[in-house]
């Protein structure tokens, strides 16, 4: 990290929310969620959506789980580019990991870019390991997908 951890305050997203998460995709992604898709996503049973709060209350990130049995797939994690670099992101998922290990899920994992180096090796530092490669996933530029799983199955998670 270049800069002194920002201080945050994580908490489940709601539609107060939903604005300014629209507007972090758009910022952060080519292909950005829909702010109809987001809203869809707080009514999913399966999924947990989290917003990092600044000290001003304006969303610096959010990140995105879905739980089908035991196993936790991160959807999107995104953080503002005023607020990257403060360990935004490495909070949003330690709350992930805590969640995954206290309900003893075998696994978690995610996609992410393989041009995206900073967040590979955020992953990385947190015991996500490549799995795989999901080749053109990304568009807007078309690139692969590398798959990187935390396996929590030894940890007494599920098998």
Not at 42 to 63: H, K, Q
Not at 69 to 92: F, K
Not at 102 to 131: H, Q
């Amino acid at each position: 990290m270049n800069k002194e951890q920002k201080k945050v305050r994580i908490v489940p997203m709601n539609a107060d929310h939903l604005d300014e998460v629209a507007e972090l995709e758009r910022v952060c992604f080519p292909a950005p969620w829909s702010r109809n898709m987001l809203a869809e996503e707080l009514g999913n049973a399966l999924s947990a959506f989290l917003v990092a709060l600044d000290e001003t209350g304006a969303v610096a990130g959010y990140a995105g789980l879905q739980v089908i049995l035991d196993e936790g797939y991160i959807l999107n994690i995104a953080v503002r580019p005023d607020c990257r670099r403060q360990g935004v992101a490495g909070q949003l998922i330690q709350v992930f990991l805590d969640f995954a290990r206290g309900n003893r899920l075998a696994f978690l994992t995610l996609e992410v870019r393989a041009s995206n180096y900073d967040a590979i090796a955020l992953y990385g530092s947190r015991g996500f390991r490549g799995t795989g490669r999901r080749r053109n996933y990304y568009e807007n530029p078309r690139e692969d997908a590398i798959i990187m799983t935390l396996d929590l199955s030894g940890e007494g998670g599920a098998s």
